[in-house]
C-alpha cells in the first residue's frame, strides 16, 4: 500500500541553526501538507502546497518556515533559525485531490531543538 | 472556518467495557470527517472517514461512527476494547479543497 514517507524520524539541532524535514509524498497525490503536533498538544496546521505554490497557511507558518517541492518527489519543510518552541513533531500528509478525499499522513519527524 | 470539540480530554474505560468518544464540528458548509488514532510515540492512522452515504461507518480495529448531521456529531464507538486501544484520538474535519482540521484529541486508558 502506498504510504507517505518522512526522513529523518528524529532530528536534533541546536538553536539558531538550520533545519530541514523531508517527506516523499503518495506519488499521484496533488495536494501536500505540513502539520505539527507539540508534545502533548493538538495536531496543528502549518502549510498546505498545491501546481507548486503554497495554497495557504496558518499564523504559526512566518518568515522562518518554507517549504519546496524540488524534484517532484519530495516535499520539504524548512525552518532557517530554530527556536527552543519548533521543538516538535512535524507531519506531513499528502492527498490526491483537494476535495472528497482523505489526506495521508506520514509517521512524523520528531524535532528536538537543544 | 471550520473547528472539532472533544470534550473529554481523557477517557478510562476497564478492558472489555464500551466505549464512546465525542465529537462535535462546526462548519457553514459540508465536511468530510474522520477519526485518526495515535499509538505512544508514533505517527497518525486513520481509523475511519465519512465522505458520503451511508452515516454509519466502520473502520479497523472494531471501531465504528455515526455522523449525525443535526447535532453536528461524530461520536466514535467501540463495543468492547482491549489493552492495545490505548491511546490519543483525534476527530478531524475536512471540506472540500481545504485542510484538515483536528480536535485537541482524547486520551483513552484501557484498564485492566
Known amino acids: 500500500e502506498p504510504e507517505v514517507t518522512q526522513t529523518p524520524s528524529h532530528q536534533v539541532t541546536q538553536m539558531g541553526q538550520e533545519v530541514i524535514l523531508r517527506c516523499v509524498p503518495i506519488?499521484?497525490?496533488?495536494?501536500f501538507y505540513w502539520y505539527r503536533q507539540i508534545l502533548g498538544q493538538k495536531v496543528e496546521f502549518l502549510v498546505s502546497?498545491?501546481?507548486?505554490?503554497?495554497?495557504?497557511k496558518s499564523e504559526i507558518f512566518d518568515d522562518q518556515f518554507s517549504v519546496e517541492r524540488p524534484d517532484g518527489s519530495n516535499f520539504t519543510l524548512k525552518i532557517r533559525s530554530t527556536k527552543l518552541e519548533d521543538s516538535a513533531m512535524y507531519f506531513c500528509?499528502?492527498?490526491?485531490?483537494?476535495?472528497?478525499?482523505?489526506?495521508?499522513f506520514g509517521q512524523g519527524t520528531r524535532l528536538t531543538v537543544v | 472556518a471550520q473547528s472539532v470539540t472533544q470534550l473529554d480530554s481523557q477517557v478510562p474505560v476497564f478492558e472489555e467495557a464500551p466505549v464512546e468518544l465525542r465529537c462535535n464540528y462546526s462548519?457553514?458548509?459540508?465536511?468530510?470527517l474522520f477519526w485518526y488514532v495515535q499509538y505512544p510515540n508514533q505517527g497518525l492512522q486513520l481509523l475511519l472517514k465519512?465522505?458520503?452515504?451511508?452515516?454509519l461507518v466502520k473502520g479497523i480495529n472494531g471501531f465504528e461512527a455515526e455522523f449525525n448531521k443535526s447535532q453536528t456529531s461524530f461520536h466514535l464507538r467501540k463495543p468492547s476494547v482491549h489493552i492495545s486501544d490505548t491511546a490519543e484520538y483525534f476527530c478531524?474535519?475536512?471540506?472540500?479543497?481545504?485542510?484538515?482540521?483536528f480536535g485537541p484529541g482524547t486520551s483513552l486508558s484501557v484498564i485492566p
Open positions: 502546497f498545491y501546481n507548486n505554490e503554497i495554497s495557504e
Open positions: 465519512y465522505l458520503s452515504g451511508s452515516t
Open positions: 462548519s457553514s458548509v459540508s465536511v468530510y
Open positions: 500528509a499528502s492527498s490526491l485531490t483537494g476535495g472528497e478525499t482523505e489526506a495521508f
Open positions: 478531524a474535519v475536512k471540506t472540500s479543497y481545504d485542510k484538515v482540521i
Open positions: 506519488s499521484n497525490h496533488l495536494y
